[in-house]
Nanobody, 121 residues
Framework: QVQLVESGGGLVQPGGSLRLSCAAS????????MGWFRQAPGKERELVAS????????NYADSVKGRFTISRDNAKSTLYLQTDSLKPEDTAVYYC??????????????WGQGTQVTVSS
């Protein structure tokens, strides 16, 4: 059974940073692309960042380019999202997602329960 468990969210001031983690189990983590989504109140879920199996390719939403960094540790079956220079509009629930295959950066089939990120002074 695929399990994705996010952690690392919280309350942070504008300009601050958070490192989100996603512990994966129930599948061969090193064989699937992975991604991070977010959903703000009243808005649709959006893809924030994604990464292929060997970290050779990454993709970012325009709104987070230059501020967020996605990475993975295949030995630990863990996905990360380093979020820097946070803005109030980054406030959302952040979800880890399992890719549909090894190299697709846009197709996903399983999501975790999410971790709340709130950016406020």
């Amino acid at each position: 059974q695929v399990q994705l468990v996010e952690s690392g969210g919280g309350l942070v001031q504008p300009g601050g940073s958070l490192r989100l983690s996603c512990a994966a189990s129930g599948f061969f983590f090193n064989q699937y692309a992975m991604g991070w989504f977010r959903q703000a109140p009243g808005k649709e879920r959006e893809l924030v960042a994604s990464i292929t199996i060997t970290s050779g390719n990454t993709n970012y939403a325009d709104s987070v380019k230059g501020r967020f960094t996605i990475s993975r540790d295949n030995a630990k079956s863990t996905l990360y999202l380093q979020t820097d220079s946070l803005k109030p509009e980054d406030t959302a629930v952040y979800y880890c997602a399992k890719g549909w295959g090894s190299y697709s950066l846009t197709k996903f089939d399983t999501w975790g329960q999410g971790t709340q990120v709130t950016v406020s002074s």
